[in-house]
């Protein structure tokens, strides 16, 4: 297994659990991934194609909500509102919720909304569970970069995220910058979503994500103060308590965007491997039904 996020060490403990023998290599250990900059809400953005991201997402709901029965795991269910400031329809990913309930009148400025359950996903818990749980069935996670994807394994599974880049020479696959910025907790227990924006509030333990961005083809990983003052005040307005919350830190990550999400094997003259990558801004929501999925290719 290439690479330590959400997408890799889920695949890495459904390998585990079907039998295999996993070592798990990365150049970033789970705390330092792009996986860890996630909000994390249960949510299907900038992934694609519709089809296999609903069924994908459908499989992760279920599985987060195992998880947040188990003690340690980061995973709670939290309701929450999505609101939009113009009529829709429902949204694509509908059948991959149990239950969505549409909000009567919402109210000015908003015109449509609606409700549900989605699973919350506190990455600074999740992540390292995730790798004990890996270590727990007898895999390894050792820190390495590679050029290229070792050849010297039965089968290969390249988690690398935006490193696909290099790790599969694809050059379809680009950076969606998202920043974000941690206020302390108000006493918040629902997460809220303007679709414009996007701007998300999403309540965890400890403290508030608040976001956010969605800045195409954007390399640069440092948080702009400019972004955050708007990003605050946009999440302000739709949370008002958010007035008083005291900022704690902001933080930058890459989403691995591309056309499609690559879920793939490809049997060359080293060998098989099964491609997971480019999960966009969906990487939690969709990782236990790719790894399903990557752990059957795998056979
Ligand atoms: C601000 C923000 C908010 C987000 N919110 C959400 C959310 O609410 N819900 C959601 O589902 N998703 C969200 N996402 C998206 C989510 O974070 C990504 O889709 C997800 O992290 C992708 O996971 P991954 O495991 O594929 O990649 P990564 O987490 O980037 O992990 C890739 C791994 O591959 C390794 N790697 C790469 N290249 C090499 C190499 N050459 N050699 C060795 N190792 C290598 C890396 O070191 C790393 O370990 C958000 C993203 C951002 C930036």
């Keep these: 297994m290439v690479g330590a996020g959400a997408v890799g060490l889920a ?64 995973v709670r269910m939290l309701a929450g509102t999505e609101l939009h400031r113009s009529r829709q329809a429902d949204p694509w990913w509908r059948d991959a919720v149990p239950a969505l309930t549409r909000v009567g009148s919402p109210g000015p400025p908003y015109v449509d909304a609606w409700t549900f359950v989605a699973p919350v996903v506190e990455m600074p818990t999740y992540l390292p569970w995730l790798a004990g749980r890996v270590e727990q069935l007898g895999g390894t996670l050792t820190r390495m970069a590679v050029t290229a994807l070792p050849d010297q394994a039965d089968v290969v599974v390249n988690a690398t995220g935006l490193g696909a880049r290099r790790t599969a020479d694809d050059p379809s696959l680009l950076p969606v910058r ?18 414009a924006g996007p701007t998300y509030v999403v309540p965890r333990s400890h403290d508030i994500v608040v976001g956010g961005t969605e800045d195409e083809g954007e390399w640069d990983r440092r948080p702009d103060p400019d972004v955050a003052k708007r990003i605050l005040a946009n999440a302000t307005a739709l949370v008002p308590p958010l007035a008083r919350a005291r900022v704690l830190g902001h933080k930058v990550g890459l989403r691995p965007a591309r056309p499609e999400v690559r879920l793939e094997a490809e049997d060359g003259a080293r060998g098989r491997v099964v491609h997971c990558y480019g999960h966009g801004g969906a990487g939690v929501t969709l990782s236990w039904g790719c790894a399903d999925e990557v752990a059957a290719l795998v056979g």
Excluded: N
């Excluded at 403990?13 to 990365?26: I, S």
């Excluded at 994390?40 to 499989?59: G, K, L, Q």
């Excluded at 998202?178 to 679709?195: A, H, T």
């Design 178 to 195: 998202g920043q974000v910025v941690y206020v302390e907790q108000v006493g918040l227990d629902r997460w809220w979503l303007d679709g």
């Design 11 to 74: 695949c890495a403990v459904r390998l585990l659990e079907a039998g295999h023998r996993v070592d798990v290599v990365a150049r970033d250990l789970p705390l330092e991934t792009t996986s860890a900059v996630a909000a994390a809400i249960w949510y299907p953005f900038r992934a694609y194609p519709f089809e296999r991201v609903t069924a994908w997402s459908r499989t992760t709901y279920a599985a987060l909500e195992t998880l947040s029965r188990l003690d340690g795991t980061g």
